[in-house]
């Protein structure tokens, strides 16, 4: 992957409670990325996207898709992988709100483009 496509490393953002409250006390922000996308190219496309500068750690996981029965069916849901990027402590109230605000669109969008 290359340093052009770096936006494309993010593929939407988590907006559960527990990431809601994690970004607001703790300063860590959660998202789905692409499953080869390595730390350093999470970090790259973090800044270029959020304009945030001041990323402390990176950590990732990776979900395996669980197979599922739907009418006598059966399926399997998709694997993804997410990744916690924690921020210094120091963030201004104006950065936090730009994050914040930034995730709930990225939720949104993507839940427009599953459906």
């Known amino acids: 992957m290359s340093i052009a496509h770096v936006p494309d490393v993010i593929i939407g953002s988590v907006l559960t409670e527990k ?4 970004l607001d006390k703790f300063t860590k922000l959660t998202l789905i990325v692409r499953k080869d996308a390595t730390k350093s190219q ?3 496309a973090v ?3 959020y304009m945030a ?3 402390i750690s990176i950590n990732t996981m990776i979900y395996k898709g669980k197979i599922t029965r739907f009418r006598g069916r059966y399926g ?3 694997s993804y992988k997410k990744a916690v990027i924690s921020f210094k402590d120091d963030l201004s109230s104006s950065e936090l709100s ?3 605000a930034a995730n709930v669109s ?3 969008e993507a839940e427009k483009i599953l459906e």
């Open 19 to 22: 990431s809601t409250t994690a």
């Open 42 to 44: 999470i970090a790259a």
């Open 47 to 49: 800044q270029a996207v």
């Open 53 to 55: 500068s001041n990323i």
């Open 76 to 78: 399997k849901s998709s």
């Open 98 to 100: 730009k994050l914040s």
């Open 106 to 108: 990225a939720a949104n």
